[in-house]
């Protein structure tokens, strides 16, 4: 088509486009017809011969089909150009974006439910990074460190934990994978133990952990002994009420597959974060690292 | 015969149409990848798997196995473009005025089985026929509850301890999830339809989803200029 035969075309689309407030309403006449009824207004031009309709309607077409067709290739193509290493911290980022979106509404005061006993299930177990090794539970200890007012690891025994006041509950587990059990968990509370053995704070000055636990170092490092197995927890999700370090698990003492003698138990998070065999924990104020982030799983994980 | 150019879909309707797309496209293949790792639905009838979502070779075909960290980081990406494109639609919708062409009415569910009845040439007479008919509106307006509820069991999903009261409501972790599930399958469904009632209505009705504007049999006369200026301001 020549430019002069374009710029006509486009001069009537414009006048058309004018137009195009010309609005009636929709099938006044039948009072059965929803469009009626509900008012609905239609948008038309004036009354054209077969032939300017389709002179009106192959450049509207154009248009549309030159807008929408490169618009989807900039997206296709856009997608396939751009490198893995681009999408990876693309959509980490996007899972850091949604970490922060999920801590303004993070609430230690929302509990999740807690079930009856007749509702607890079948154990089910998954994961065994970190426990390939044999275990001597006689001679486990946990390494404490980022305590404040000592610079040295702090060293303790089940005997230490036990003295601890002893928490219950019964909520659910819920794994990456996409399925939940309901599991009857006893230990202490983690909130209970960092009143006992008090994180640092960022500042350095004495904690107050009970009254101002967001001046407490940020993050919690915890792995297994052979530290082949770690995850990383933020202070608000550990200082959860329902996050145990648990000793019990329906009842009876932990089985090693499910992370004996201590691991950690809670409904705030994924079950990857639920680290088994505990064997250090260590207050920190740098963001630590995760066994399953490192897959590419969310670090934050927290429900 | 005299034509008239019809407006059918304003400009954000079209875009937000087409760039969900995509969107749901990728909410679905993400959601895939994550519901692979525990494949647990299947159509069951007197205790008899009649189909298991999915075999085996449905899963090996597209390539989905063991990419449940990747499904993951796409669907929590896209459900922010998903659930915004949504939300831009039904705010317009309503603003616009646009729902006077889409919402059902209750004698609606009388009418619709008359579409049905007429597409499959049963019955000759033509349904009342508005920018849609009354099975398009159900269908349209079902099509949006249905984005609505995704996002919501996908909510509690995501986030079953702090929004418990939302995964409460769809009866806890394991019925929200379920009802996620379905509701996608619903999506397919729906898309295959649509599909198929577009390819029947034929290319000047796709063409109005690009362009906004169809071509009809002229339904007035030609109004007087003066009418005309009027109408212009």
């Known amino acids: 088509m020549s430019d002069d035969k374009k710029e006509i075309l486009l001069e009537k689309v414009r006048e058309f486009e004018k137009r195009t407030g010309h609005t009636v309403d929709s099938f006044p006449a039948d009072p059965n017809n929803t469009a009626s009824i509900l008012n609905e207004k239609r948008h038309l031009s004036e009354p054209l011969s077969l032939e300017d309709a389709k002179k009106q309607m192959s450049a509207r077409s154009r248009r549309g089909f030159l807008v929408g067709g490169a618009t989807a290739l900039i997206g296709i193509f856009g997608w396939r150009w751009m490198s893995d290493e681009t999408k990876t911290s693309l959509y980490r980022k996007a899972f850091e974006f949604n970490e922060k979106v999920s801590q303004v509404f993070f609430r230690p005061s929302h509990l999740a439910a807690d079930f009856p006993p007749e509702r607890v299930t079948p154990i089910r177990t998954n994961g065994f990074e970190g426990l390939e090794q044999e275990i001597d539970l006689a001679a486990w200890t946990l390494t404490i460190a980022g305590l404040a007012g000592r610079a040295d690891d702090l060293i303790l025994t089940m005997a230490d934990i036990k003295k601890l006041p002893r928490t219950e509950m019964i909520t659910e587990f819920k794994c990456i994978e996409g399925w939940s059990t309901i599991v009857h968990w006893a230990g202490v509370k983690f909130s209970d133990f960092a009143a006992v053995y008090k994180p640092k704070t960022a500042s350095g000055a004495p904690p107050d952990v009970a009254g101002k636990p967001e001046e407490l170092l940020p993050y919690v490092a915890m792995s297994t002994p052979d530290e082949k197995y770690y995850v990383g927890w933020d202070m608000p999700s550990i200082m959860h009420p329902q996050t145990l370090i648990a000793y019990e698990m329906n009842g009876e003492p932990l089985r090693p597959e499910n992370g004996a003698p201590l691991r950690i138990a809670s409904p705030t998070k994924f079950g990857i974060k639920q680290i088994k065999r505990l064997g250090r924990i260590e207050f920190t104020s740098e963001r630590p690292k995760d066994f399953w982030a490192e897959y590419g799983y969310d670090w934050y994980s927290g429900h | ?233």
């Open chain 2, 1 to 233: 015969m005299q034509k008239q150019l019809e407006k059918k879909h304003p400009l954000a309707i079209r875009w937000m149409h087409w760039i969900n797309f995509p969107l749901l496209t990728m909410m679905i293949w993400s959601g895939l990848l994550i519901y692979w790792a525990n494949q647990v639905y299947a159509i069951r009838l007197f205790g008899y798997e009649l189909f298991k979502f999915f075999p085996q070779p449905f899963f090996d075909f597209l390539g989905i196995p063991q990419r449940l960290a990747e499904g993951m980081q796409l669907h929590f990406f896209f459900m922010w473009l998903f659930a915004v494109n949504g939300l831009i639609y039904v705010v317009y919708t309503l603003v616009s005025g646009e729902w006077r062409s889409i919402l059902p009415v209750p004698s609606s569910l009388k009418r619709a089985p008359l579409v049905a009845l007429h597409d499959a040439h049963i019955v000759k007479e033509k349904p009342p026929q508005g920018k849609y008919n009354d099975a398009q509106r159900i269908a349209y307006t079902a099509v949006i509850l249905m984005g609505v509820g995704s996002v919501l069991t996908g909510l509690s999903i995501y986030k079953p301890l702090q929004l418990s009261f939302l995964t409460t409501l769809f009866g806890g972790y394991e019925w929200a999830r379920w009802i996620h599930f379905w509701l996608t399958i619903s999506f397919v469904l729906f898309f295959l339809v649509h599909v198929f009632q577009v390819i029947m209505a034929g290319w000047s009705n796709f063409r109005s989803m690009i362009t906004g504007y169809d071509v009809i049999d002229a339904v007035e006369p030609k109004p007087e200029p003066a009418a005309s200026e009027e109408a212009a301001v």
